[in-house]
């Protein structure tokens, strides 16, 4: 459902005038046959036409994906495009984060929680006509899981699964305990699969369902080899979901298309285009334009004009994501808690969220948002408080020593969190020149090295976000503090957690199956988090979808933008 959005006024803090917010000039995170896929020319439709084929959604986003191989991206942009080609064995009911059958139609679990059996759906077949069978599954399983798999790349990061189940094969614990949640799986019989752990994962269902956990079609990646999920991929990508893709031009458009043998509903447009405009206020007019069928970020100053044009209709999805300042813990002074505090107290989140938003965000004090179970209700936001943030930061240079520039990496790119990324690290910056903490701000291409630059750990202080996946506090805090992401203590992306005694409570509470004694856990860590300043929350938001009023049938999420309903 739709939700009306009330503009909120322009505010100037510390002395800083926001500028030129109308518009981000410069480009700025289910429900299945196909051939082996190539890239070939589309024919365009643009200015020429006015409107889009019949026969085809075209869905404008900020950036092109970076790979259709789920497994190993975290940007919302390649997700976008992998969630309509890949089924995991659970998925989320539309609008929901609620678990239900996908690939898997019943599951039971051991007594002690170690030992999961899984019924998998019969009939279904990969987009190149293979089968969906235990042994495909098996096989999607340890090639996430083992380094040595032949289909395991090298240069993979596999984050969501580091994150999720916290190792890969062979890595161990000081104690010599395996890292990973996750232990093997066996096929049983063609249609049942056994999957066991080394210890409980309360949130097991909900990580299968998370996108990142589709399957693929074993024979496809064989195929392709490192070059699987490319637009070079012999095929491109295969998977069981309701689109299969077509062809791939690298930084202009997805083509994707309803898949034949899909096992459930077709979808109700038969070809989905998914068209990269990095311009936020290009990508509009082309929907006001009729060019394209829906988009997503849009400009905070165009959500009014949206909302007043009867050609269009604007979906805010639920906040399910915290937009935030980060430190790397591994690079002096962000060792030090009081240099942390500092930057802390010197922004103004309340100008920010008036200023750079339209009504559609809230001010974030805890590293996920309010919606979610385990969110401390207790901690209060510490107010903006310049002279608080000089004082922390003369105790931080009593016994430490401030670069004479910090390097602070703003997004390149709008983010649905941060929907005017460059005006925010501008803003900041003044901020923190105020407090007597001088930056250069470095924002290299999204895909190819600030995402890489910043999880390598080679960022000092740096922007960015998190859009929650399967409605658990662990896909938040461990996420962020368990250890496998590199960005806020890491050397050359070699990963630490930036507080061990918060990542065993959060390793300890994904295992723990008491709802109640969870929940403590989780407000737990949010103290932890809160009172060791180890990243600043900025900003939740529910950012809006926008399509044109001829289309129907979309439902907001709170974890993903779901086309395969829409109808035109």
Known sequence: MSRTVQRAGRAVAAGFLFLGLAACGEPTEVPPESTASSVSEVPTTGPETGSTPADTLVFGHAEDATKLDPSDVTDSESLL?????????????????AVEPALATAWSASDDGLTWTFTLRSGVTFHDGTAFDADAV????????DPEHPQHFADWTFEYWKAMFQGLKGE??????????FAGAEAVDAQTVKITLNRPSAPLLQNLAMGNFGFASPAAVEAAGAAYGTPNGNPIAAGTGPYKVASWIKDDRISLEAYDGYWGEQPPTPKLELRAIPDNTARFLALQNGEIDGMTQLNPDDIEAAQNDPNLTVHLEPPNN?????????????D?????????????????????????????????????????????DRPFDMAKAKESLAACTASATLPEKVTFHVPPIARFYFPQPKELGEYIQAQLQELGVTTEIVS????????????????????LGWGGDNGDPDNFLCQFFCGAESSFNSVDGQPAPPDAELAELLKAASAETDPAKRTT????ANQKIFDAVLAVPLVHRS??????????????SPLQQELMRVSK
């Open 138 to 145: 098996v096989w999607n399983f340890n090639r996430w899981f």
């Open 322 to 334: 915290v937009g935030y300042l980060g430190f790397n813990q591994a690079k002096a002074p962000w």
């Open 81 to 97: 495009a992998t969630w309509h080609i890949y089924e995991g064995l659970t998925r989320y009911t539309p609008g929901s984060t």
């Open 172 to 181: 161990t614990n000081d104690d010599g305990s395996p890292k990973s949640v």
């Open 336 to 380: 030090n808690r009081d240099c942390r505090l500092a930057v802390a107290q010197a922004i103004d989140k309340t100008a920010i969220v008036d200023g750079m938003y339209a009504g559609d965000a809230t001010v974030a004090v805890q590293m996920m948002p309010a919606s979610l179970w385990g969110y401390n209700k207790a901690i209060a």
């Open 444 to 463: 290299p291409d999204w895909g190819t090295q600030y995402l890489p630059d910043v999880r390598d750990g080679k960022a000092e202080l740096f922007l």
């Open 543 to 556: 950012p809006p979808v926008v399509f044109r009023a001829t289309t129907s049938g979309y439902t907001p």
């Open 521 to 524: 856990m989780y407000e737990e």
